[in-house]
Structures are given as C-alpha cells and as structure tokens.
C-alpha cells in the first residue's frame, strides 16, 4: 500500500478507522460514554444487516474475521465492540463504520422552524459521537449520511492506538489529517508519524494501526470516499 504525505494540509477532513481486537469493555476508558440504548440499536443494526444479506452467524463471521460468539453477543446488545471489530464488521457489509453506527446513534431531530435545518447546520453541541470500550478512542461524524463524503473526527487518548485489517479499506480511499497532537500511521507495517498540519492519503489495502505515541490525546480528521 503506497501513501503519500504532505505538510501542511488545508481544509480537508475526518478519520473513521481505529482499533484492537478485544471484545471487552473497560470502565476506565469510556465505556459508560456509550449508552445501553444505543448498545441495543447498533445490535439492531447489525442483524438486519445480516438477515439483509441472508447470512447466518457463522457466514457474518467468516466474512468479517469477527467470532460467531462476539456478533452474537453485539446483535443481543450485551457487548459493545471496539472500533477494530466495527470495522472488520463494517468491511464484510461493504459499509463505512460511520454508516454501520448511524441508525444506532440517537440523532436530535431539528425543530420544522429552525434556520439551521435550511442551511445544512449542525450543531457541536447536538452531535452524536461513539467511543471505543477498551481505548476511549472517541469518533464523532462531521458529515451526514447524505453528503457525499464520510467526514469524522476523531480523538485518540495519548498511549493508545487502534488496528483495522486491509479488508476494511478494500473499496474505499481514505485521507487523514491531524488537527492536533501527534499521529503515527502504521500502514502495512511501515510507520508515518504525522504532526498538527500533516495529512496523508492512504493507497492499496493494507492493514492499518492508529497509534498515539504523545502525551497529550491527538485529534484527527478521517475524509472517506468509494474508491473508483
């Protein structure tokens, strides 16, 4: 997979990959931050999803490289997946891990009379956001389901990083911008580090880590579009 890197970069916008590969929540990291309701409606999600597909626990589970028993315990709402699975789940759907997670969030349905809603306006105060159990990786989407582009921000606490296999990024291209704090892409087992102002487009499939090396939590931009 061949990237390549530009400093600095100018108006370009959100990350929506991230990662490890456990299926265990942890208290300390944020796992509060994601609600019950929520927990259920994304395992909602997920076996209309499968059923669409016609698929069986086993079939979702060779696709997408996730245990038989760790989808059904998300489809049941027990268990809430970290990113690294959202995305191995994402990838055998052929979906962004912002689109698996949209009719999960709770969205703030806009007032008939608000200006805002004319002018495609959405307010950081009312937006949705999903963490991560075991890192608090914390991924907000900037855009919405119909704009053309999948745009999201992304924290990442200092320490922490996040994994996602090549398959996720089979039929998607993918640009990241750092905001603030320091990034390290590790792309096919090559590492970039990228500062505030750097950007960098990933290329071919490849397996890709998320790591925050700082000590300070990094900010991230993630811009996703279907490849050509």
Do not use: K
């Not at 970290?82 to 999960?104: E, Y």
């Not at 306006?121 to 582009?149: H, K, L």
């Not at 922490?160 to 996720?168: C, D, K, L, M, T």
């Amino acid at each position: 997979m061949q990237s390549r890197i530009t400093t600095p970069f100018v108006a370009y916008a959100v990350v929506m990959s991230h990662i490890v590969d456990d299926a265990h929540a942890d208290p300390a990291t944020g796992a509060d931050d994601t609600s019950v309701a929520e927990q259920r409606a994304l395992g909602e999600r997920l076996q209309r999803l499968r059923t669409e597909h016609r698929w069986s626990l086993t079939e979702l589970a060779e696709e997408s490289g996730v245990s038989r028993a760790m989808i059904n315990r998300v489809e049941r709402g027990v268990s809430s997946p970290t990113a690294t699975i959202l995305g191995r789940l994402s990838g055998a759907f052929g979906l962004t891990i912002s689109q698996l997670l949209d009719d999960a969030l709770e969205h703030e349905v806009p007032r008939a009379t608000d200006p805002d809603e004319a002018r495609g306006v959405q307010r950081g105060a009312t937006a949705d956001s999903w963490t991560d159990p075991d890192t608090g990786y914390r991924r907000r989407p900037v855009s919405s389901a119909a704009f053309p582009a999948d745009v999201t921000e992304v924290r990442l606490p200092a320490g922490r990083e996040v994994a996602y296999p090549a398959s996720a990024y089979a039929f998607l291209r993918h640009c990241i911008w750092v905001v603030d704090g320091v990034l390290e892409v590790v792309v096919g087992g090559e590492p970039t580090r990228l500062a505030s102002g750097d950007r960098i487009e990933l290329g071919d499939p490849a397996d890709v880590v998320y790591r925050n090396p700082g000590e300070d939590p990094t900010r991230y931009l993630v811009v996703v579009v279907r490849a050509p």
